[in-house]
């Protein structure tokens, strides 16, 4: 076992790997966190099914399985998927969040439905593009990770230029109209970013978890501090791991999507987090409430006490 | 009149989804006053002063602003001079961040795009925290603090502005007596001090110990001017029971 997890822990292609799914766990956890605190948490996930169809649709019109091209196709049905969503919120009496799983399943179901017509059509090139549904992270090649990389300091540089004015809008966005800082150019920066974020997470994780890892980060994170520059950090932190650790467990067995075991080890991050963050956890909680309770107690037989 | 009126809205219309909130609104703020904007809800109070931060875009009409040469600009031009106090309602309190941090964002309209706060921004941010009554709760996580240290928290914020003009959208709605005692003594300083203070208003009963000037809104001006002169039973009926088959929810 452990000769085992020093050979893959040594082999280059894993080592490649981890670092492109850590890499997109760390960008998950920081633009994340944004999103949750904007509640746009199922933004995300309608953005991530929609993009299937795009990624199908690219591949039919090249014919090959070519990273940058299937990205494009993704981002573009989800900006059209987006559009979707605002014109029914808008136009019709349709409420966001029906709005949102109405686009989210459509768009996914249509996914489904060209990647099968894919599949049924012989050609050695469309191996693997299943793989966008549940993420495997194994696929990825050498550019990849440098595209993955490359989007990275683009937008890890963004949250840092962007400091003050991100965290300004996110907290109180009519104050931060108020000064000056124009509402379209900070929500567009926002939305282009957890796009990316999602577009280079598809084929490692899939479009059904993506969502997962942009939410999950920044809620365990936010359990360990009320400081915005640490929940940031420690959001980063722990997408960062979750897609290392992740991966090397999928690289253990043949044929164990790296997608969900990620998410898997979110999740753990994330009850970890809530049992036993030292003030905010379950246990923490309950450990104060109980205090309380017996001073409350000892009150009450003083009372009884200097009564009787 | 014109000279003197720090702020002017001229026959300024708004509507939602082509429902008319405020219609033909004209009227002058003066400087160095602090007035009262009273109506029932709905009346467009909050939609009046968006218009005037520029966060609404209005159908017709527009709002002046003086600035110090007495030259009339537009509130682009003068954003920095101007502060606003949204409700506390209107921002998640849960948000990870401090009390300090609340209070410099109202730096960040001075420092503009990209810059960070400096420690003169940093000193002005807990100076106003002092004013406020609030000094040892600058490290507090935000979720920590009552109803009316949040008020408290803004007015730090606008105060650390440094502006004119200061707008506030229900500064005292469901705040304790300390706060409203704390919120009303910062105003008259203000107020003594030139700068022109308006403030929308829920509770009748203090209008006429608070402020100098009124402004009756339903839709439209019922009245404004003086507490003295134009404060009275009458109009407060007018303005709160006049009907509105506009079919606005309340």
Same mark, same amino acid.
């Given at each position: 076992?452990?000769?085992?997890?020093?050979?893959?822990?040594?082999?280059?292609?894993? +080592?490649?790997?981890?670092?492109?799914?850590?890499?997109?766990?760390?960008?998950?956890?920081?633009?994340?966190?944004?999103?949750?605190?904007?509640?746009?948490?199922?933004?995300?996930?309608?953005?991530?099914?929609?993009?299937?169809?795009?990624?199908?649709?690219?591949?039919?019109?090249?014919?090959?399985?070519?990273?940058?091209?299937?990205?494009?196709?993704?981002?573009?049905?989800?900006?059209?998927?987006?559009?979707?969503?605002?014109?029914?919120?808008?136009?019709?009496?349709?409420?966001?969040?029906?709005?949102?799983?109405?686009?989210?399943?459509?768009?996914?179901?249509?996914?489904?439905?060209?990647?099968?017509?894919?599949?049924?059509?012989?050609?050695?090139?469309?191996?693997?593009?299943?793989?966008?549904?549940?993420?495997?992270?194994?696929?990825?090649? +050498?550019?990849?990770?440098?595209?993955?990389?490359?989007?990275?300091?683009?937008?890890?540089?963004?949250?840092?230029?962007?400091?003050?004015?991100?965290?300004?809008?996110?907290?109180?966005?009519?104050?931060?109209?108020?000064?000056?800082?124009?509402?379209?150019?900070?929500?567009?920066?926002?939305?282009?970013?957890?796009?990316?974020?999602?577009?280079?997470?598809?084929?490692?994780?899939?479009?059904?978890?993506?969502?997962?890892?942009?939410?999950?980060?920044?809620?365990?994170?936010?359990?360990?501090?009320?400081?915005?520059?640490?929940?940031?950090?420690?959001?980063?932190?722990?997408?960062?791991?979750?897609?290392?650790?992740?991966?090397?467990?999928?690289?253990?067995?043949?044929?164990?999507?790296?997608?969900?075991?990620?998410?898997?080890?979110?999740?753990?991050?994330?009850?970890?987090?809530?049992?036993?963050?030292?003030?905010?956890?379950?246990?923490?909680?309950?450990?104060?409430?109980?205090?309380?309770?017996?001073?409350?107690?000892?009150?009450?037989?003083?009372?009884?006490?200097?009564?009787? | 009149?014109?000279?003197?009126?720090?702020?002017?809205?001229?026959?300024?219309?708004?509507?939602?989804?082509?429902?008319?909130?405020?219609?033909?609104?004209?009227?002058?703020?003066?400087?160095?006053?602090?007035?009262?904007?009273?109506?029932?809800?709905?009346?467009?109070?909050?939609?009046?002063?968006?218009?005037?931060?520029?966060?609404?875009?209005?159908?017709?009409?527009?709002?002046?602003?003086?600035?110090?040469?007495?030259?009339?600009?537009?509130?682009?031009?003068?954003?920095?001079?101007?502060?606003?106090?949204?409700?506390?309602?209107?921002?998640?309190?849960?948000?990870?961040?401090?009390?300090?941090?609340?209070?410099?964002?109202?730096?960040?309209?001075?420092?503009?795009?990209?810059?960070?706060?400096?420690?003169?921004?940093?000193?002005?941010?807990?100076?106003?925290?002092?004013?406020?009554?609030?000094?040892?709760?600058?490290?507090?996580?935000?979720?920590?603090?009552?109803?009316?240290?949040?008020?408290?928290?803004?007015?730090?914020?606008?105060?650390? +502005?440094?502006?004119?003009?200061?707008?506030?959208?229900?500064?005292?709605?469901?705040?304790?007596?300390?706060?409203?005692?704390?919120?009303?003594?910062?105003?008259?300083?203000?107020?003594?001090?030139?700068?022109?203070?308006?403030?929308?208003?829920?509770?009748?009963?203090?209008?006429?110990?608070?402020?100098?000037?009124?402004?009756?809104?339903?839709?439209?001006?019922?009245?404004?001017?003086?507490?003295?002169?134009?404060?009275?039973?009458?109009?407060?009926?007018?303005?709160?029971?006049?009907?509105?088959?506009?079919?606005?929810?309340?």
């Amino acid at each position: 076992m452990l000769i085992e997890l020093f050979t893959i822990l040594s082999d280059y292609t894993f +080592q490649l790997v981890a670092l492109g799914t850590g890499i997109i766990g760390l960008l998950s956890g920081v633009i994340g966190t944004y999103a949750t605190l904007r509640k746009e948490s199922l933004l995300g996930d309608a953005l991530s099914h929609a993009a299937l169809p795009g990624i199908g649709l690219a591949f039919v019109m090249i014919q090959r399985k070519e990273l940058l091209f299937l990205m494009i196709g993704a981002i573009v049905s989800g900006l059209i998927a987006t559009a979707l969503i605002q014109l029914i919120t808008r136009k019709t009496l349709v409420k966001l969040d029906s709005a949102l799983s109405l686009v989210l399943s459509s768009f996914f179901g249509l996914g489904l439905v060209v990647l099968t017509a894919i599949q049924n059509n012989p050609n050695a090139q469309q191996a693997g593009l299943q793989s966008f549904i549940f993420g495997q992270a194994s696929a990825m090649l +050498q550019r990849d990770v440098q595209l993955i990389a490359g989007v990275g300091v683009i937008l890890l540089t963004l949250v840092v230029l962007f400091w003050k004015e991100f965290k300004c809008y996110t907290f109180d966005p009519m104050f931060s109209r108020t000064l000056g800082f124009s509402s379209k150019v900070i929500e567009f920066i926002l939305s282009m970013m957890i796009v990316l974020t999602i577009i280079i997470g598809l084929e490692s994780v899939g479009v059904i978890l993506i969502s997962a890892l942009l939410i999950g980060p920044s809620i365990a994170a936010r359990q360990w501090s009320h400081r915005l520059s640490r929940v940031v950090i420690l959001a980063g932190l722990t997408g960062f791991f979750s897609g290392v650790i992740g991966t090397l467990v999928s690289s253990m067995g043949d044929n164990i999507p790296t997608g969900p075991v990620i998410v898997v080890v979110v999740s753990l991050f994330v009850f970890a987090s809530l049992l036993f963050a030292p003030k905010q956890g379950l246990i923490a909680r309950r450990i104060r409430k109980r205090e309380k309770q017996k001073h409350f107690l000892t009150r009450l037989n003083d009372l009884k006490e200097g009564q009787s | 009149m014109k000279k003197e009126s720090a702020i002017q809205i001229d026959k300024l219309t708004v509507a939602y989804e082509a429902q008319p909130v405020l219609l033909n609104i004209s009227l002058a703020f003066k400087k160095g006053k602090m007035t009262a904007i009273v109506g029932p809800n709905g009346a467009g109070k909050s939609t009046m002063i968006k218009a005037m931060l520029g966060l609404v875009e209005p159908v017709t009409g527009e709002v002046v602003y003086q600035d110090v040469d007495q030259e009339a600009v537009s509130y682009k031009e003068l954003k920095n001079r101007i502060a606003y106090v949204p409700q506390n309602t209107s921002v998640d309190w849960d948000f990870p961040t401090t009390v300090r941090d609340v209070v410099l964002m109202g730096r960040y309209g001075h420092l503009g795009w990209f810059k960070r706060p400096k420690n003169k921004d940093r000193e002005i941010a807990r100076q106003m925290l002092l004013k406020v009554g609030l000094p040892s709760f600058a490290s507090r996580q935000i979720s920590q603090l009552s109803g009316g240290q949040r008020q408290r928290v803004f007015l730090a914020r606008a105060l650390a +502005q440094e502006a004119d003009v200061y707008i506030m959208d229900e500064p005292l709605a469901g705040v304790d007596m300390k706060t409203e005692h704390i919120i009303m003594k910062l105003l008259k300083q203000l107020v003594a001090e030139g700068k022109t203070v308006l403030v929308v208003h829920h509770d009748l009963q203090t209008v006429e110990e608070y402020f100098d000037d009124i402004v009756f809104i339903n839709q439209e001006v019922i009245a404004a001017g003086p507490v003295d002169e134009t404060f009275d039973k009458q109009t407060v009926k007018k303005t709160y029971h006049r009907d509105r088959n506009l079919g606005e929810g309340e």
